[in-house]
């Protein structure tokens, strides 16, 4: 008599091929994400020595000193971290409504639509790891001539308008140093939300024109369209691109907090408060897209 | 009577039917387009603006940069920046490990991200929003956190043990390409987790009828997803493909971590204006280059970096831009 085999159901097939499929990621994520995140975080808490003759390291636990001296003793961290914290803030919403008016510009028929959306998407090529930094020594080029220009009396209408408009102390005076502030840096704006760019574009893409024109016969004029359907069709793609925004923010190559700590690491060998210093930048970051998520995402509307 | 004529009568006429309407609504229209051109001028030139501004700065030569009446067009036209940076950076040799890399790199990430796409978009197996969820995770995570046990991991590569009992002591990985080769594999490289959720938002919108079919004909799990799902999912592999290519071109951060003994172009780059003092020193020419010198001799570098790049996206423009807004990205 034959022992019947037992076989696997369909459902176990398709798990174990799951997993047969995932297997590399799963593999990378244990080895080179959650190992070096528990020593890392074990690191932070510990006084990392390396051993003089190429025989490995040892740590040493110190309690939270190194947390203590990443925040009260390092004299540039705490300032660089609250400093990048707010540039994103200020980033954020221009960077939003920067990349959805571009997707609206480009998502109507023009002639040469194609070129100008080319156009608009050589950033994300452009503007990627070493070349953002590049970017900056620019800047401060472009500061020099303008030092150079302002000393040789000649001013421009938006000068005039700034010193009239910005009045320290004031509400009004502050809300105008914040535009301004906005639009000094315009360009960084425009060369970073490329991807944001398509992400909108890509759920234009996807409204039907049928409920466009159904609005239109029911009178609808342009701006109640836009706020009615426009809006709420894309809003799941705004807390997409928040997302995308917030962390391509703190993860750039530019990105001043990370270039300390990756001098402190490459440079100073100071492997515990390197650590203890990405602990603290990362759950700040985790914080931050926390709480933000939270909030949009009670508004956000599904369509499906 | 012409035929223009006629055809303005033939407005005013339906222009007097309409009160007026017709005419306010046309003119409204082409203010709107002249706007609306006037604004796409505004943006486009101001994306383009410092590239030209760097193409014309790269044929200046030293003195037209401190002459305040050249703005764009170089009185003294020169290739000699060029010449000196291709110098400095070593470009040519540079450009050959570069471009190797890069194909090698993106490659293994494309490959890898597509099998784990893949899978989760098309299989259900217990703990999957888990693991989904920890993608997630790993395109948050900033790098920099894991980064130091990591270097160390890799300078003193030993796992389980079983490198230090054959040879006596752990093997120095950091000089070779294998750590990030390795990494890239595990899905962990540059931007990886964002491959894997662009890669599995296709293959979730493929319909699921074109697998049933072929697994009733007969065909394996595996054969399936080679036979039929892969040559499917052409633009989005090649789009991620073209980004890992184009990102890992101008990587700095895990190019200075884990291939510094190779000169790559964005390692190079980054390291111009150093080198550029150095130059100038050995030479006798100067204790320092210039603030206008250096920056014009960046430039000329930055284009040199970008320039294959831009080759590249004025070809497979389509290949970055139309398969990810195909995709269907959601929440």
């Not at chain 1, 091929?17 to 190992?35: R, S």
């Not at chain 1, 203590?68 to 980033?91: C, F, S, T």
Request: glycine share 6%.
């Amino acid at each position: 008599m034959h022992k019947k085999k037992r076989k696997m159901t369909l459902a176990a097939k398709n798990a174990v091929a799951g997993y047969l499929f995932i297997l590399p990621f799963i593999i990378g994520f244990l080895l080179f994400m959650m190992v070096p995140l528990v020593q890392s975080f074990r690191m932070s808490f510990s006084e990392v020595n390396i051993a003089p003759t190429g025989g490995g390291f040892t740590m040493e636990f110190v309690k939270i000193a190194q947390y203590n001296k990443a925040i009260n003793v390092d004299p540039q961290y705490k300032i660089l971290l609250i400093e990048n914290i707010r540039g994103m803030l200020l980033d954020l919403p221009a960077t939003l409504i920067f990349s959805f008016f571009v997707a609206l510009l480009l998502n109507q028929t023009f002639k040469g639509r194609g070129f100008v959306r080319a156009i608009f998407f050589m950033p994300v090529i452009l503007s990627s790891g070493v070349i953002v930094g590049l970017e900056y020594n620019n800047a401060m080029l472009a500061g020099m001539k303008d030092v150079i220009q302002e000393t040789s009396n000649s001013s421009s209408i938006t000068t005039v308008l700034q010193d009239m408009l910005v009045t320290e102390g004031t509400q009004a005076g502050d809300f105008f140093g914040f535009i301004f502030d906005l639009i000094d840096h315009v360009y960084d704006i425009a060369i970073q939300s490329g991807i944001q760019i398509i992400i909108f574009l890509s759920g234009l893409q996807t409204i039907s024109p049928s409920m466009f024109e159904a609005a239109k016969i029911e009178g609808c004029t342009a701006w109640e369209c836009f706020w009615k359907i426009t809006l709420p069709m894309v809003s799941s793609l705004i807390l997409v691109n928040i997302i995308y925004t917030i962390i391509d923010y703190f993860c750039r190559s530019d990105n001043e907090v990370m270039e300390y700590i990756s001098n402190i690491t490459i440079g100073k060998l100071e492997y515990g408060l390197s650590s203890a210093m990405s602990w603290i930048y990362f759950v700040c970051c985790l914080v931050i897209i926390g709480i933000i998520s939270l909030i949009i995402s009670k508004k956000v509307y599904y369509y499906e | 009577m012409s035929k223009k004529t006629k055809k303005w009568q033939a407005f005013m006429e339906r222009n007097r039917k309409s009160n007026g309407y017709l005419m306010r609504k046309t003119l409204f229209n082409i203010g709107y387009k002249i706007c609306r051109a006037v604004l796409i001028f505004g943006l486009c030139f101001l994306i383009v603006q410092p590239l030209l501004n760097k193409i014309s700065l790269s044929f200046m030569e030293e003195q037209d940069l401190y002459d305040s009446t050249i703005v764009s067009i170089p009185r003294h036209f020169t290739t000699s920046g060029y010449k000196l940076t291709a110098q400095l950076m070593k470009y040519w040799k540079a450009l050959g490990t570069t471009t190797y890399i890069s194909l090698l790199v993106s490659l293994f990430q494309v490959a890898a991200a597509t099998f784990v796409g893949y899978g989760f978009a098309r299989y259900k197996f217990p703990l999957k929003n888990f693991w989904f969820f920890m993608v997630i995770l790993v395109i948050i995570i900033p790098p920099q956190t894991i980064m130091a046990p990591l270097y160390l991991n890799f300078t003193y590569f030993d796992p389980l043990g079983l490198v230090s009992l054959f040879t006596g002591k752990p093997i120095n990985l950091i000089n070779t390409m294998l750590p990030y080769l390795i990494l890239c594999l595990g899905c962990m490289g540059l931007k990886s987790g964002l491959y894997i959720y662009l890669i599995r938002q296709f293959f979730r919108n493929v319909p699921k009828d074109i697998e049933e079919a072929a697994y009733v004909d007969g065909c394996g799990k595996f054969k399936t997803f080679y036979r039929i799902m892969l040559p499917d999912a052409k633009p989005i592999i090649t789009s991620c493909f073209l980004f890992a290519f184009v990102w890992q071109w101008t990587d700095k951060f895990y190019s200075q971590m884990f291939l510094r003994k190779f000169t790559l172009l964005s390692i190079s780059l980054s390291g111009l204006s150093d080198s550029l003092d150095t130059f100038l020193k050995n030479a006798g020419i100067a204790e320092q280059a210039s603030m206008a010198y250096s920056s014009a001799t960046v430039a000329t570098g930055t284009l040199m970096t970008i320039i294959p790049l831009l080759i590249i996206y004025v070809f497979a423009q389509k290949g970055f831009v139309e398969s990810l807004s195909q995709s269907g990205i959601k929440m």
